[in-house]
Nanobody, 122 residues
Framework: QVQLVESGGGLVQAGGSLRLSCAAS????????MGWFRQAPGKEREFVAA????????SYADSVKGRFTISRDNAKNPVYLQMNSLKPEDTAVYYCAASGSMPRVATKPGYWGQGTQVTVSS
């Protein structure tokens, strides 16, 4: 069982930056691929980024490539999502996710956090 807790959301102006963190419980954290999803009002939840268990492989949605960076430090536990050059369309609830593999975490994760709100004002 893995429990995920996100933090770092908030209100920021367009062009600004935020860094989200996801802390995971359990001693097997380093064996999980991790990901971030988001859900805007009235829209379906969508994939944002994923990182392999080792941190050596990353994947991004086209809409965030070049602006967002996912990273992890297995020694310290958190997974991060650095978000730069934020746009109003990035406004959403952001969810951390975990699963046993990269393909799985990007499509149908086994574990979810509770979400953190990110609001980008124009």
């Amino acid at each position: 069982q893995v429990q995920l807790v996100e933090s770092g959301g908030g209100l920021v102006q367009a062009g600004g930056s935020l860094r989200l963190s996801c802390a995971a419980s359990g001693r097997t954290f380093s064996s999980y691929a991790m990901g971030w999803f988001r859900q805007a009002p009235g829209k379906e939840r969508e994939f944002v980024a994923a990182i392999s268990s080792s941190g050596g492989t990353t994947s991004y949605a086209d809409s965030v490539k070049g602006r967002f960076t996912i990273s992890r430090d297995n020694a310290k536990n958190p997974v991060y999502l650095q978000m730069n050059s934020l746009k109003p369309e990035d406004t959403a609830v952001y969810y951390c996710a975990a699963s046993g593999s990269m393909p799985r975490v990007a499509t149908k994760p086994g574990y979810w956090g509770q979400g953190t709100q990110v609001t980008v004002s124009s």
